[in-house]
């Protein structure tokens, strides 16, 4: 009988160790998929912060392209808003007690991106070398082709314009002076 016992106390171990065995390799097998799928998530969520991050590096950066890109756009004259351009250099009378006459605006076809400007500049000697250089250094990109720079015959009262009040007219004692010049800008 005892020799039955402990043949029934074997089985039931073995089986035991057995059932012990399979539910341990089958909770392994539960929790390297669970460590799986886990580091798989890790994995994706790090890689979505990672694209987060980098598409507000991406819109800082397009922020600062589009800063960058107006700047530019102030030094080059789009030949769809030449009129913009014309007002700029026409503004320069205003400020300089000069008169600013924009007589042609030329846009050559075989060379590109180049607007050719003729400007006819009239007032005193240093107001027309102030406008001179106040466009030379204006944020366009400038380059003087040609500059002609002649004292004009003082104006007679005849040729004084009648809707001028005295003030607006230039004195004999001051001569007048004509700068005539051609000038190329870069265009888009």
Known sequence: MKNKHTNL???????????????FVYF?????????HTSVVISTLENKIKEK???????????????????IGGFIVETSRI????EYLEGLESSNNIDVLVRSVDIPKNEMNKIIV????TGTFPDVM?????????????????????????KTPNSVDPSLK????????????????????LSL
């Open 118 to 121: 003729g400007v006819m500049m």
């Open 130 to 154: 102030k406008g001179i250089a106040i466009l030379e250094n204006s944020p366009y990109n400038i380059v003087i082709n040609s500059l002609y720079l002649n004292k004009d015959i003082a």
């Open 83 to 86: 009129d913009t351009f014309v």
């Open 28 to 36: 392994l097998n539960i929790i390297k998929n669970k460590n799986k």
């Open 166 to 185: 005295e003030k607006d007219i230039i004195s004999s004692d001051d001569p007048l002076w004509v700068a005539s010049l051609s000038f190329s800008v």
């Open 9 to 23: 106390i074997l089985i039931v171990s073995i089986l035991s160790l057995f059932i012990f065995t399979g539910v």
């Open 53 to 71: 991050e980098n598409i507000k590096i991406l819109e800082a950066k397009m922020s600062e392209l589009e800063d960058i890109n107006n700047k």
